[in-house]
């Protein structure tokens, strides 16, 4: 679907925190083929220096790549005052991460959101921010929805047990929010927090509620479960078995980053955006063993291993996506199997992403 509202970031200063993230760093390219001024905001200490510059195309050198912490007041308000609108990316993201280290994730993800939306309530220039926030926020959703007595709902779930092994809920707007992990309750606090401050100045937000975002160029992290179609990949292609947590009965609405980017982008300006909260999702649920054997059907022959759930694992659902496509008019174009294939092409393509202690890991259980 076409958006003519998108002409509207042409010549204008745009601040990407966390712009040289997976997401961000995708967010700003998209900006910049629209003719924009993106400025990235980012430690750069999630990867390897050289991963950004090698993988997601981020020089640091680059003037418009401020190398700096967002709890930073002072960084943040020069960058904040010389920007047109404002997309709010940086996060301790990783839920595994958040979950050993809370003080971590409150640090950057309640101080450093205080601090940036400070600066923009301060700021007469910016003309909005977009929150990124998590569809984790939902936590398992909300048994009683399908709990109604009607025919409908019973045909539903009939039909949604035969092929997931249970209901798994759909999430809109509205569902109150359950988070379940020290990273989504970071996320719900920074929406509240976005609504409160902005509001109370009259200057315009959106926010936007993530689903599982997956994709090339998705590097994996030790010690996390996040990610799941690089997770899966990347051990695949080194012929290590598949880990299905729980069997692989949890669902996710996965959403290829260059939709989330081309989103978020359009949340920046669209009319009908402002002081909304909007689901980025696909509207289609799938499990976690589906996303396991699509990537088997690119390394035949990989093997899975069923293990126990792990700490903060939601069982999860899907997004109701009526909002987005009323407010963004725009849905997205990459389906997961699509994607899937895309991200073992590219995998093959790039074996630099493939990190040195994985590839141990590998060479130990064939030694």
Same mark, same amino acid.
């Given at each position: 679907?076409?958006a003519?509202?998108?002409?509207?970031?042409?010549?204008?200063?745009?601040?990407?925190?966390?712009?040289?993230?997976?997401?961000?760093? @995708?967010?700003?390219?998209q900006?910049?083929?629209?003719?924009?001024?993106?400025?990235?905001?980012?430690?750069?200490?999630?990867?390897?220096?050289?991963?950004?510059?090698?993988?997601?195309?981020?020089?640091?050198?680059?003037?418009?790549?401020?190398?700096a912490?967002?709890?930073?007041?002072d960084?943040?308000?020069?960058?904040?005052?010389?920007?047109?609108?404002?997309?709010?990316?940086?996060?301790?993201?990783?839920?595994?991460?958040?979950? @050993?280290?809370p003080?971590?994730a409150?640090?950057?993800?309640?101080?450093?959101?205080?601090?940036?939306?400070?600066?923009?309530?301060?700021?007469?220039?910016?003309? *909005?921010?977009?929150?990124?926030?998590?569809?984790?926020?939902?936590?398992?959703?909300?048994?009683?929805?399908?709990? *109604?007595?009607?025919?409908?709902?019973?045909?539903?779930?009939?039909?949604?047990?035969?092929?997931?092994?249970?209901?798994?809920?759909?999430?809109?707007?509205?569902t109150?929010?359950r988070?379940?992990?020290?990273?989504?309750?970071?996320?719900?606090?920074?929406?509240?927090?976005?609504?409160?401050?902005?509001?109370?100045?009259?200057?315009s937000?959106?926010?936007?509620?993530?689903?599982?975002?997956?994709?090339?160029p998705?590097?994996?992290?030790?010690?996390?479960?996040?990610?799941?179609?690089?997770?899966?990949?990347? @051990?695949?292609?080194?012929?290590?078995?598949?880990?299905?947590?729980?069997?692989?009965?949890?669902?996710?609405?996965?959403?290829?980053?260059?939709?989330i980017?081309a989103?978020t982008?359009?949340?920046?300006?669209?009319p009908?955006?402002?002081?909304?909260?909007?689901?980025?999702?696909?509207?289609?649920?799938?499990?976690?063993?589906?996303?396991?054997?699509?990537?088997?059907?690119?390394?035949?022959?990989?093997?899975?291993?069923?293990?126990?759930?792990?700490?903060?694992?939601?069982?999860?659902?899907?997004?109701?996506?009526? @909002?987005?496509?009323?407010?963004?008019?725009?849905?997205?174009?990459?389906?997961?199997?699509?994607g899937v294939?895309?991200?073992?092409?590219?995998?093959?393509?790039?074996?630099?992403?493939?990190?040195?202690?994985?590839?141990?890991?590998?060479?130990?259980?064939?030694?």
């Amino acid at each position: 679907m076409s958006a003519t509202y998108l002409s509207e970031v042409a010549n204008r200063t745009v601040l990407v925190t966390g712009g040289a993230g997976l997401v961000g760093s @995708r967010i700003t390219a998209q900006l910049a083929q629209l003719g924009a001024r993106p400025r990235v905001l980012c430690t750069l200490d999630a990867y390897p220096r050289h991963t950004y510059r090698d993988v997601f195309g981020i020089d640091p050198t680059d003037p418009n790549v401020i190398v700096a912490n967002i709890q930073k007041p002072d960084v943040v308000r020069e960058a904040v005052a010389e920007s047109d609108y404002v997309i709010h990316a940086a996060a301790l993201a990783d839920v595994a991460a958040c979950t @050993r280290t809370p003080t971590a994730a409150i640090h950057t993800n309640i101080t450093g959101t205080q601090v940036l939306l400070d600066a923009v309530a301060a700021c007469d220039r910016v003309r *909005r921010l977009v929150f990124v926030s998590s569809a984790s926020v939902y936590g398992n959703g909300n048994p009683e929805d399908w709990a *109604r007595p009607c025919e409908e709902y019973r045909t539903v779930r009939k039909l949604l047990e035969s092929v997931y092994g249970r209901v798994p809920p759909q999430f809109h707007e509205q569902t109150p929010l359950r988070p379940m992990s020290v990273y989504a309750n970071t996320k719900a606090w920074g929406e509240t927090q976005t609504a409160l401050t902005l509001g109370a100045v009259d200057t315009s937000y959106t926010v936007v509620r993530y689903f599982s975002v997956y994709g090339e160029p998705q590097v994996i992290k030790e010690n996390s479960h996040s990610w799941v179609v690089a997770w899966f990949a990347t @051990r695949a292609v080194l012929g290590l078995p598949l880990y299905l947590n729980g069997g692989g009965h949890q669902v996710r609405d996965l959403v290829h980053v260059e939709d989330i980017a081309a989103a978020t982008v359009r949340a920046l300006v669209a009319p009908r955006a402002h002081n909304e909260t909007v689901n980025i999702g696909t509207g289609t649920p799938t499990s976690i063993r589906t996303v396991a054997e699509l990537v088997a059907e690119q390394y035949p022959g990989t093997r899975f291993v069923e293990t126990p759930m792990p700490p903060g694992d939601l069982l999860g659902g899907y997004a109701s996506t009526h @909002r987005m496509e009323t407010v963004l008019g725009w849905r997205p174009t990459i389906t997961v199997k699509d994607g899937v294939a895309r991200y073992a092409d590219w995998l093959d393509k790039t074996p630099e992403a493939i990190p040195a202690w994985l590839r141990a890991e590998s060479e130990a259980a064939t030694a």
